[in-house]
Nanobody, 116 residues
Framework: QVRIWELGGGSVEAGGSLNLSCIAS????????IGWYRQIPGKRRELIGS??????RYADDLKGRFTIFREDFDNALYLRMNSLKPEDTAVYYC???????????WGQGTQVTVSS
């Protein structure tokens, strides 16, 4: 059983910053790949950034403002969001794939609202 905790959502004014944390837990859980995604109202879920065996990748249009950080293949991934815009308002999700499974596990999502 993999449990995913997403922490740090909330409201911020445009131009501000926000940090999100994702923590995966469970018995003998070893995270292979972990990433942050978001779903803007009315749009499909999209990648922000992910890291794991295949390296680190970012969405081209978010790289530079958004940064992911993972310590030494830990079961946690942090997202730093700078210069936030109202169009960044979305539900932000953490995605995890573990070594012993081909399943992709999703957190419940955390709301980020950026006001103008």
């Amino acid at each position: 059983q993999v449990r995913i905790w997403e922490l740090g959502g909330g409201s911020v004014e445009a131009g501000g910053s926000l940090n999100l944390s994702c923590i995966a837990s469970g018995s003998r859980v070893r995270v292979q790949d972990i990433g942050w995604y978001r779903q803007i109202p009315g749009k499909r879920r999209e990648l922000i950034g992910s890291t794991g065996n295949g390296g680190t990748r970012y969405a081209d249009d978010l790289k530079g403002r958004f940064t992911i950080f993972r310590e030494d293949f830990d079961n946690a991934l942090y997202l730093r969001m700078n210069s936030l815009k109202p169009e960044d308002t979305a539900v932000y999700y953490c995605s995890v794939q573990i070594f012993s499974s081909t399943n992709v596990y999703w957190g419940q999502g955390t709301q980020v609202t950026v006001s103008s």
